[in-house]
């Protein structure tokens, strides 16, 4: 007969996989081979270089300066925890996810803009170029004109007067676009453009995927909140989102709970603000920053889709009527013209 005082074994616990500085180093290099940033790729292949040497981690990477915040938690966790490799495809995933993100809504800003600057251009060539040779021959025949055409011919000497100051004021705008991280009030300027219908909603849910994709591999370190949301403040791309992220981290130092803060700080997106009621649990709250980032890249993808599909017949449609408008109002008065002659 079984004694009822028989227990059970305890559950055996999963071993660490402890790591040498040579399998460090061979993942390194390996992740340095997939990186898009040749300062990071660099950076990786110097650290792995220091470890092969015999450095300790930490020592290492005080070597090793310019790698990004993020990524040199993700080494000292991965070699803390023996999931080096695990994180680092974490990490790999996480940059290409981003880095294709915002490509795509680059070029969705970038298709209407020229779009909008070749039809400028092409009305503009028609106005400068055309109109003025056939001014010329009402002139010189006096023939009477229409409403519409004197309309044409003002609009034309007015396009010819102003076409350089246009250019330059062009010229700046670019120039602007190409310094504007040293212009300051970024965060100010990106959130007027979060307001813009479409292409803000864009931007606004591509750097929402990017803020949960990030916090999501830093979480799954086991990093404490604040210092997590600090490195996310300091790598993620949209300014608004930065300083957002930043003041985030200085309250949760001063003591508030994740969910107090998320659900009191002023600025903080409002879809956003739900994520953090899972904070207390890293592992779901790492799942669910993972979920929450594929669901804002596809709503970041579908506006930003909008403003192409909009954007293309709308421009198309309006240097059609331009055109038409134009040679329409030139040749009222050559008919006008070919009767008076026959």
Not at 39 to 63: F, M, N, P
Not at 94 to 112: E, I, V
Not at 324 to 331: D, H, L, Q, R, Y
Request: charged share 15%; net charge negative.
């Amino acid at each position: 007969m079984e004694s009822s005082d028989e227990t059970s074994d305890p559950q055996p616990t999963e071993p660490r996989t402890v790591l040498s500085p040579l399998m460090i180093a061979a993942g390194l290099r390996a992740a340095a081979s997939e990186m898009s940033s040749s300062q990071d790729r660099e950076g990786l292949i110097k650290l792995a270089d220091a470890l092969q040497t015999g450095a300790s981690v930490d020592g290492a990477l005080a070597k090793t300066p310019g790698l990004p915040a993020d990524l040199q938690q993700i080494v000292l966790a991965g070699t803390q925890t023996g999931r080096l490799p695990q994180l680092l495809e974490e990490y790999l995933s996480t940059n290409r996810q981003s880095r294709t993100l915002w490509k795509s809504f680059y070029f969705s800003l970038l298709y209407p803009t020229v779009v909008l600057l070749f039809a400028t251009i092409t009305v503009s060539l028609f106005l400068a170029l055309i109109v003025p040779q056939f001014k010329e021959i009402f002139f010189d025949f006096g023939v009477e004109l229409p409403l519409l055409t004197k309309v044409i011919i003002q609009s034309a000497d007015v396009a010819n007067k102003v076409w350089l100051p246009m250019f330059f004021v062009f010229v700046c705008f670019v120039v602007l676009f190409l310094v504007r991280k040293a212009i300051p009030f970024a965060a100010f300027r990106a959130r007027l453009f979060h307001l813009l219908p479409w292409i803000g909603t864009a931007q606004a849910m591509a750097a929402a995927s990017e803020f949960c994709s990030r916090l999501a591999v830093l979480v799954e370190c086991r990093m404490p909140l604040d210092e997590a949301m600090q490195i996310v403040s300091q790598t993620v791309h949209d300014p608004y989102m930065s300083e957002v992220t930043d003041k985030f981290s200085n309250q949760l130092r001063s003591g508030s709970p994740p969910e107090e803060v998320a659900r009191d700080l002023p600025g903080l997106p409002h879809f956003l603000r739900n994520a953090f009621r899972w904070s207390n649990d890293p592992e779901t709250f790492a799942e669910g920053l993972r979920s929450l980032a594929i669901v804002y890249s596809s709503q970041a993808r579908v506006s930003a889709g909008r403003l192409i599909i909009v954007t293309e017949p709308v421009v198309f449609v309006g240097v059609a009527l331009v055109t038409g408008t134009v040679v329409v109002g030139m040749f009222l008065p050559l008919i006008q013209l070919i009767n008076l002659l026959s």
